[in-house]
């Protein structure tokens, strides 16, 4: 066919409706822009509508309580949490409820001071360090007493002991010398901080009191079974008085329990334990301490 002749009917209806088609398919830039003015007016509408401050993802510390302090509990459950934070249950040591007793507000009550804490966990902190570290200063190490060569001449920077700091073998420059660590902290700071882990702690329920152990003969396998029949997971400090040896020695030698005495609980004890288990003895209340003395 050459280009002289002339095309059927039907072929040239066929090339125009294909053009047709292309042109309805493939938008016009007009009309793109409008459809995106569109949608830039309707996202400045809805910006205008939302309050001030509402925009934007909400951060962490908007949904989630802020916490007491950073050394808060990480075991998880609670018992007693329908008692409120001074009621707890008095159990035995297989977890059978005997009653009901409220925890003394002086001790279990009080707003938690997390600078009294800090301040006062510190210091027991360094209290424990022994403090014997020990460098020889200058005058101290052995040798050194002639000069390693002449002033002049080796071209070499001048020296006059093989025992200055900056020699391998010499002394050490301002090292540390034995020394305490302790720092002076009122009487009064040391009892608001206590008071203050353990409120903490029966804010969130991680008290229990027992009636009393009464394991016999030292047991391991009894003591963790008591453990687990209380509720107790993660790290647990047990309070125990000085006539309780048979729990003393049950308790030893679990990993995850430490082993308090009565008189020597501090702040830092209850706050590295997740759960305090007190026995009926050694539960702090005034009326007790008045009583015993």
Sequence with gaps: MTADQDLPEGAEVGEASEEAALESAEPSFEAEHAVAEAAGSKAAEEAAEQP?????????????PRRIHRLATRAEGALDEDLGPLGVRVRNRLGEVLRELSLDPYYFGVEPNVPVLHQVVTAQLAARRRGTHSTLRRGEVRGGGAKPYRQKGTGRAR????????????????????????????????????????????????VVVVDAWNFGEPSTKKALASLAALGCNGKVGV???????????????????????????????????????????????????AEAS
Excluded: C
């Design 159 to 206: 020296q006059g002991s093989i025992r200055a700091p900056h020699w391998v073998g010499g002394a050490i420059a301002m090292g540390p010398k034995p020394r305490s660590y302790r720092q002076r902290v009122p009487k009064k700071m040391i009892s608001l901080a206590l008071r203050s882990a353990l409120s903490d702690r029966a804010l969130l329920n991680r």
């Design 239 to 289: 309070v125990l008085s000085r006539e309780d040896f048979s729990a003393r020695r049950s308790f030893a030698n679990l990993p995850e329990v430490q082993v308090i005495d009565r008189g020597e609980l501090s702040a830092y004890d209850v706050l590295r334990n997740d759960w305090i288990v007190f026995t009926e003895a050694t539960l702090p209340a005034r009326q007790v301490e």
């Design 52 to 64: 001030a401050g509402a925009g934007g993802p909400k951060s962490a510390s908007e949904h989630e």
